[in-house]
């Protein structure tokens, strides 16, 4: 396994001085900017698209970690490759072919990621696991930050870094939801390699952010 990468969601952060959030979470350590994308439509809430994303791409360097919680999500690939995303995540359950969104991501030169919801079950990758480049655990159900992990996630997660283990693929196993450092101890140890964080790494403000990212990565 590779050490932990910490990613940092975007949908905590002050939205008035959304460039000097991304610069913040860059210097305090983040490995990756985690971007929450949401429909309104396919969970319960909005919260941007690829114009206000592209916004910020110019003030890091660190790779973009686009999760797409839109269906159908097809018709936006593109705009949010042409964006800044590297590496562009889509849900299992938004639609019936899975496939042809992860062809399509990776034709477009991105890293292609799927997400599974908590009561998706891990089984559901079996025939996914050579065309993805990551695995997304929700460890809670999408629409809304600051909601608390669902422990029954875990086991999925031990069940998920088997399958990739087997597959003999370099693939990133990353959890995000409900994701403090007592929880992030917790994914670690049953096989995470990357977790999305929003509230427990924006919580004090810029000055508190380094320690923030420390206390997840244990």
């Not at 790779?63 to 936006?76: G, T």
């Not at 891990?122 to 050579?130: F, S």
Request: charged letters at 20%.
């Amino acid at each position: 396994m590779q050490p932990v990468r910490i990613a940092p969601s975007i949908l905590s952060a002050d939205f008035s001085k959304l460039g000097e959030e991304v610069r913040a979470i860059d210097a305090a350590g983040a490995d990756w900017i985690h971007i929450d994308v949401m429909d309104g439509h396919f969970v319960p809430n909005i919260s941007f698209g690829p114009a206000v994303m592209k916004s910020v791409r110019g003030v890091t360097t660190k790779p973009f970690d686009v999760h797409l919680m839109i269906s159908p999500v097809d018709a936006y690939l593109d705009a949010f490759a042409e964006a800044g995303a590297d590496c562009i995540t889509v849900h299992y359950e938004a639609g019936p072919l899975i496939h042809r969104s992860l062809q399509h991501i990776k034709s477009l030169g991105k890293r292609a990621g799927v997400v599974i919801c908590p009561g998706t079950p891990a089984k559901m990758l079996d025939y996914l696991m050579d065309m993805v480049d990551l695995v997304l655990v929700m460890s809670v159900n999408p629409g809304f930050g600051g909601q608390s992990f669902i422990p029954s996630q875990l086991k999925k997660i031990s069940a998920i870094r088997t399958m990739i283990e087997k597959s003999g693929r370099a693939i990133d196993l990353e959890v995000d939801g409900g994701v403090d450092a007592e929880w992030a101890k917790r994914c670690i140890e049953a096989g995470a390699d990357a977790l999305v964080a929003g509230t427990s790494v924006f919580r004090g403000g810029p000055s508190q952010y380094a320690a923030n990212i420390a206390a997840l990565r244990g």
